[in-house]
C-alpha cells in the first residue's frame, strides 16, 4: 500500500517531466519544456502542503482531500491526531477522576510548588485552611499559612515529624501538617485535624499526671514507715527481713515511676522550659559525671567543646543523666563510658552523645525505644531498677529545646545516644545569651575524623 503510493507518485513525476519534454520537442525547446513541466509539478507541491498547513493550522476535523502519496501522508496524519486525542482524553478523566477522589477525602491535601505557591488543594485543605481556590492559587503559601512556624518547618527540609498549627480564625482546631517532598522540589502537604485526637490525649495525660499526684502521698508515707523499720531492722524478727527488704525495694520502685510520672506530664503539658538559661556544657557533663561516680564506679571519658547551650538546666541536666544511668545500667562494669559534646559531622548542630560499649540494642527495637514503658528486656530492666520512662523523659526534653534524641546501637558493639541542638540554641564561649552563632564551621575543623565512625 506505502509502496504502491510512492510509486504512483514517481510515474506522475516522470509523466508531468515528459509531457513538459515532448511539448518543447515540439516546439524545439525540450530545455524550457521540462522546466516548465517540473514547476508545475512543484506548484502541485507546494499546494498540497498549503492545505495540510491549514488543516493543521486550522481547528476543522476533516481531512483535505489529497490525491496520491499526500493523501496517504494525511491519512497516517489523521489517525495519529486521533489516537493521540484519545490517549488525552483518557489522561484527562484519569486526573479527574484522581482528583475527585482525592477531593472526597477527609483530610487536607495541598500542593506546592518549588517556587512556594500552591498549585492545588482538595476540598478539605480549604475548609481547614479557609483557602479560596479562585483566589489562593499561584499564591506563596506562607501568605496562606501565617504562622512563623510553618515557614521554619518549611525551610528546614527535615520532615520525620509533622508540625502542630492552629488557624488564627479557630484556634480551637489543633492540625497536624504532614510535608513530602516530591518531583523537583516541589511539596505534599496533608492537612489532618487533630483536635478530638489532643483532646483525648490531654485528658490521659492529665488522668496519669493527676493519679501520679494522689499516689505520691500515701507512698511517700509508706517509704517513711519502711525506711525506719530498716533503721530496725535487727531488731525485728527474723522471718519479716525479707517481706521488709523487698517491700522497701517496690516501694523505692513506686516512687521514682511516680517521679518520672509527674516529670512526663510537665513536660508534655508546658511547651517550652520556663528556666532558659546559658548552661555551661563542660560544667554540667563534669557534675552529672560526678554524680554518677557516687553511685557506679566505672571509666567515664569526656571529650566537650567549648560552645554553651540555651536551655533549661534542668531538663539538659536531667536527659544527661538518664542517658548516662542508662549506659552504667546496660553496659559490663569493666566496659568505659565516653560522653561528648562536638559538632555534627556536617558542622550545622550541636551534639551531646552518650557512648557505651555494652549489650548494644538490635535494630527492630530502636525505632521504639523512647515509648513510654517500651522495654527490650522487661526482666533485666526491672532487675536494673528502671522505670522504663527514661527514653521518653529525653526525647521530649529534647523536643522542648527544638532538637531531637537519634540512637545508633549494635548488638555486641554498644550503643550511642545523640542528642542534637540546633544552631541557634548555641553561643560562642564568652557571648551573651543574646548573641547567636553564626555557624559552627570554625570548630568543626578540629573534630578528630575518627568521630565520624560509629563507636
Ligand atoms: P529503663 O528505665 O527501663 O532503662 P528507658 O526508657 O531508659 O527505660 O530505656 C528503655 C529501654 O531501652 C531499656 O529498657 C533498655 O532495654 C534499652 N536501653 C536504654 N539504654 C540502653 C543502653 N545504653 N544500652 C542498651 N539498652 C538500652
Redesign the pocket.
Known amino acids: 500500500m506505502r509502496g504502491q503510493a510512492w510509486r504512483l507518485e514517481a510515474r506522475r513525476l516522470v509523466v508531468v517531466a515528459c509531457v513538459g519534454a515532448l511539448i518543447g520537442f515540439i516546439f524545439g525547446e525540450i530545455g524550457w519544456g521540462l522546466s516548465i513541466g517540473l514547476a508545475i509539478y512543484s506548484s502541485w507541491i507546494v499546494l498540497q502542503v498549503r492545505r495540510v498547513d491549514n488543516w493543521f493550522a486550522g481547528a476543522s476535523d476533516d481531512i483535505p482531500e489529497a490525491v496520491g502519496v499526500w493523501g496517504d501522508l494525511l491519512d497516517k496524519i489523521y489517525r495519529l491526531q486521533k489516537r493521540e486525542r484519545a490517549a488525552q482524553d483518557d489522561l484527562r478523566a484519569t486526573i479527574k477522576r484522581v482528583q475527585e477522589s482525592v477531593d472526597a477525602l477527609a483530610d487536607g491535601v495541598m500542593l506546592v510548588n518549588k517556587h512556594s505557591d500552591l498549585e492545588w488543594c482538595n476540598r478539605a485543605a480549604r475548609r481547614l485552611l479557609g483557602i479560596q481556590l479562585g483566589r489562593d492559587i499561584g499564591q506563596p503559601v506562607f501568605n496562606l499559612i501565617r504562622d512563623p512556624r510553618f515557614k521554619t518547618y518549611f525551610d528546614q527540609k527535615e520532615y520525620d515529624e509533622a508540625l502542630g498549627l492552629s488557624m488564627p480564625n479557630r484556634p480551637e482546631q489543633l492540625l497536624q501538617l504532614h510535608f513530602t517532598e516530591f518531583g523537583r522540589n516541589d511539596r505534599m502537604i496533608i492537612v489532618r485535624d487533630v483536635t478530638r485526637i489532643s483532646k483525648l490525649e490531654r485528658m490521659r495525660s492529665d488522668f496519669v499526671a493527676n493519679v501520679s499526684h494522689e499516689l505520691k502521698t500515701p507512698i511517700t508515707v509508706l517509704r517513711g514507715y519502711l525506711e525506719q523499720m530498716v533503721d530496725y531492722y535487727d531488731e525485728l524478727p527474723e522471718r519479716w527481713h525479707p517481706a521488709i527488704s523487698q517491700m522497701n525495694g517496690q516501694a523505692l520502685r513506686m516512687n521514682a515511676l511516680i517521679t518520672d510520672l509527674l516529670t512526663l506530664s510537665r513536660l508534655e503539658s508546658e511547651h517550652t522550659p520556663k528556666d532558659q538559661a546559658l548552661i555551661n556544657m563542660q560544667e554540667l557533663i563534669a557534675a552529672v559525671k560526678e554524680d554518677v561516680l557516687l553511685v557506679h564506679e566505672r571509666e567515664i571519658n569526656i571529650e566537650t567543646a567549648d560552645i554553651a547551650l540555651v536551655g533549661s538546666p534542668t531538663e539538659v541536666r536531667s536527659a544527661l543523666t538518664?542517658?548516662m544511668v542508662?549506659?552504667v545500667?546496660?553496659?559490663a562494669e569493666d566496659k568505659p563510658i565516653t560522653v561528648k559534646w562536638r559538632p555534627s559531622t556536617d558542622g550545622a548542630t550541636m551534639d551531646l552523645q552518650?557512648i557505651?560499649r555494652?549489650?548494644?540494642?538490635s535494630p527492630e527495637?530502636l525505632s521504639r525505644?523512647?515509648e513510654r514503658f517500651?522495654?527490650?528486656?522487661?526482666g533485666?530492666?526491672?532487675q536494673?531498677?528502671?522505670?522504663?520512662?527514661?527514653?521518653?523523659?529525653?526525647k521530649h526534653i529534647m523536643l522542648r529545646h527544638d532538637g531531637r534524641l537519634i540512637i545508633d546501637?549494635e548488638i555486641g558493639r554498644?550503643?550511642r545516644?545523640t542528642c542534637r541542638f540546633p544552631l541557634f540554641r548555641l553561643r560562642a564561649p564568652e557571648s551573651g545569651i543574646d548573641t547567636p552563632m553564626k555557624g559552627l564551621e570554625s570548630l568543626n575543623k578540629k573534630v578528630d575524623p575518627s568521630i565520624k565512625s560509629l563507636f
Open positions: 538518664n542517658l542508662n549506659a545500667k546496660y553496659t552518650v557505651d555494652g549489650e548494644g540494642i527495637h525505644l523512647t517500651y522495654r527490650v528486656d522487661a533485666r530492666s526491672s536494673t531498677g528502671g522505670t522504663g520512662l527514661g527514653l521518653a523523659i529525653v546501637s554498644g550503643s545516644f
